[in-house]
Each structure stands twice: as C-alpha cells, then as structure tokens.
C-alpha cells in the first residue's frame, strides 16, 4: 500500500503518506525505512523546512528494475526498455511486416527486438525482470503457435511460452487494445479513474473496459468488441455476421476509403494525418466526411455510456491527429442524447500517445509489483549484494 502510494503521487512525504494510506505515522516511518534499505524507496531534498526537522520527499526508484515493452501490430514490432516509472529508455522498430501470415517470422522478429534491447541492457548493468507483449489478434493470446527449437524440432507454444523459454524471464502477453488501456490507467490525461472505455480505432474497432480499475476480460477471449456495436440498422452485412457495425465505418481503412472517395482519390494515397489536416482547413467535402464518421462513433459511445456509466472514455489508436477531432465532434453529439443524468459528466477524449503502446505492454508486469508489492524480483539480492561488495 506504502509502495503504491508512492508510484502514484511520484513524490510525497511521510506525513501526506501517513494521511493517504491512513496509517499510523510510525508505521509509515517503519515501513518506509525498510523500503528505503531495501532500495525500493529513495528520499530526495526538502521540500521545506519546518521547524527542525526538513520533510524528506520519497520517491520510488525507478532503475532497481527494467522490463522490455513489447507491442505487435499487423505490420510491425517496436520494443522498448522501461523502468518502473515508466521512463522508455531504448525503443527499436520493425516495420513492414506481415505479422498476420506467417507466426514463425513473427517469432523471429519479436525475438530479434528483445535481444537487442536486452543486450543493451545487461551492458548497462540494468537487472531486467520480465517482457510485457501487446499483440494485436486476440488468437496470439489463447492459440498454440508452432516455433522452432534450437534442436530444430517444431514445438506447438503459446507466444507467451516460446519468448519465455527464449529468455528465461517471466512474459505476459495481452491483447494490444488492453495495453493502451493499461498506459491510459497509468499515464493517460486522467490517470487513476476508477472506470473507463477505449475505443480503438487500428485496422478494425476493438476496444477496453477498465472497471474499478481492473481490466475487464468477460468470460470468453472476445471481450470489448465494440466494433460490432450496430451502428446502422440497414447497414451492409460484416463479416462478423451482423449488419452495420461501427468498424465498417470508423476503422481507419474506412475513414480514408470515404475520404478518398469524398476527394476522387485512390484510397492508397491518403493518410490519417492528411485526413485531419484538410478538415482542421475546412474543406468542405473531408469536414462532412468526419462528421459523419463522428456520428456512427458517437451512437456506439451513447450505448457505452448508458450501459456503463464510466469516468471518461477514450478515443485513440491508429487515428493521429484525428483522436482530438472525433473526441470533440462526439462530445458535442451524444450530450443531448446520452441518459439525463449523465449529461456533461463524461469527458470523451483523444488520445495519441506515442510511447504508449511499449509503455502499457511494460505495465502487464509493473502493474504486479504495483497492485501487489511483490517485490522480491529474482535478481535484487544479487544487486543488493554486488553494490555491497562494490
Ligand atoms: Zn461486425
């Protein structure tokens, strides 16, 4: 609780800690001092100086243990290496990949990147705890990929198998959309609501549910699927089955097929950013373009927020500056139409976040240490002990 406390305020004294938590101020200063000799805890300059006695700010430290972040897409891989603040220390990309067709060049590559921010890690003397993957298909979580031994034996393994066998550190492998979620949790413009949503907008509309602050992972591997919310009643037919859904109109191949089409031009040509850049100069066919695609998102975001009732809910992905637009354009549509009550309570926001795909794949193992202090990373005594030595 002591140690959350801290990650969360960044700084804070042992006084506002003791108000926080509710703990006795001697507790707190126990524990404290344990967590400090541990090295879990540092305590950095005085903030003022009372009569006395300074009040010590402590703050975690955030370099007693590293994680490699891992996010996969449909044409890439990016790493990173992270520590438990959260700092994106190396990142290293692969682009152009065809992820999708082939798990055997996927493995490989996901490998290659983890070396390489590996090696360069245990150069740095940096003790690295565990590998968080954000992967893009939900089947990358639940299906037996084939992999190669170094015997040259094909092995039938999850992805989370192969990469810890690799490795020999402790993986944990997530639907890409959760990640963001998790980044957003923890580093997002409101971080720390109690309840959220992420619509993400990529190659199709997959989503996130954050409630009381867990992930919400429903019963079957196909939770937040809100890209096959009805959108249209009389829409065309998905491949999902259903008629009309919201990723039919709102992923990004299909915003930019309806700009391209708006513009008469060939869809290839076109990127979000440009998408966003005629509307923000008011083109008049690219600014009907996005307010209709605001509508069809804004009649999902109404379902969600009736149903749920969340804190906030989030727009991102792969949509650039595009988020912030859609954001405002369905906080103006579903004010009028969402339940009474509910009205001007919900911000809808865009988000973009750069280092936010690594970062939130290096939370499926930070937020561990967060939620439940476990502390003792294999490594640490060895560390404790060859500071001590040295
Ligand atoms: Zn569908």
Redesign the pocket.
């Known amino acids: 609780m002591v140690y959350r406390a801290v990650w969360t305020f960044k700084r804070i004294s042992r006084i506002e800690l003791a108000a926080k938590t509710g703990l006795h101020p001697a507790t707190i200063t126990h524990i404290v001092d344990e967590l400090v000799t541990e090295s879990l805890l540092k305590e950095s300059g005085s903030a003022e100086i009372s009569i006395g006695r300074p009040a010590l700010q402590l703050e975690i430290n955030p370099e007693i243990a590293y994680v490699v972040g891992v996010n996969v897409t449909r044409d890439s891989v990016s790493a990173a290496l992270i520590d438990l603040s959260g700092q994106v220390s190396q990142e290293v990309s692969f682009g152009g990949l065809q992820v999708r067709n082939d798990n055997k060049y996927l493995i490989n590559r996901l490998a290659q990147s983890i070396e390489i921010i590996l090696e360069d890690a245990i150069q740095a003397g940096r003790n690295v705890i565990g590998i968080g993957i954000g992967a893009p298909e939900r089947d990358y979580l639940t299906s037996r990929l084939v992999s190669v031994s170094p015997s040259g034996e094909n092995h039938e393994q999850t992805l989370s198998e192969v990469i810890s066998e690799r490795f020999d550190l402790p993986v944990v492998v997530d639907h890409n959309s959760n990640t963001l979620a998790l980044d957003l949790q923890y580093f997002g413009e409101i971080a720390g609501v109690s309840n959220f949503v992420l619509l993400r907008h990529g190659f199709g509309v997959g989503g996130s549910v954050v409630i009381n602050h867990e992930i919400y992972y429903g019963s079957h591997p196909t939770s937040s699927?809100f890209?096959?919310l009805t959108v249209d009643n009389n829409g065309e037919k998905?491949?999902?089955?259903?008629?009309g859904?919201?990723?039919?109109y709102a992923s990004v191949p299909a915003i930019l097929a309806r700009a391209a089409l708006d513009l008469g031009l060939p869809t290839s040509t076109l990127t979000v950013e440009q998408v966003a850049a005629a509307y923000k100069a008011g083109h008049i066919a690219m600014v009907a373009t996005i307010q209709n695609v605001s509508k069809y998102i804004s009649f999902a975001v109404i379902t969600i927020v009736n149903t749920l009732a969340p804190d906030a809910v989030f727009i991102g992905g792969a949509l650039g500056s595009l988020a912030p637009i859609f954001a405002q354009l369905v906080q103006e549509n579903i004010e009028g139409r969402i339940y009474p009550t509910l009205r001007n309570q919900i911000p809808v926001i865009g988000t973009s976040q750069a280092a936010g795909p690594v970062r939130g794949a290096a939370m499926l193992i930070i937020r561990n240490i967060i939620n439940t202090a476990s502390l003792d990373f294999p490594t640490t005594a060895d560390r404790k002990q060859s500071s001590k030595a040295g």
């Open positions: 699927q890209g096959h998905c491949w999902c089955g259903n008629f859904c919201l990723e039919l």
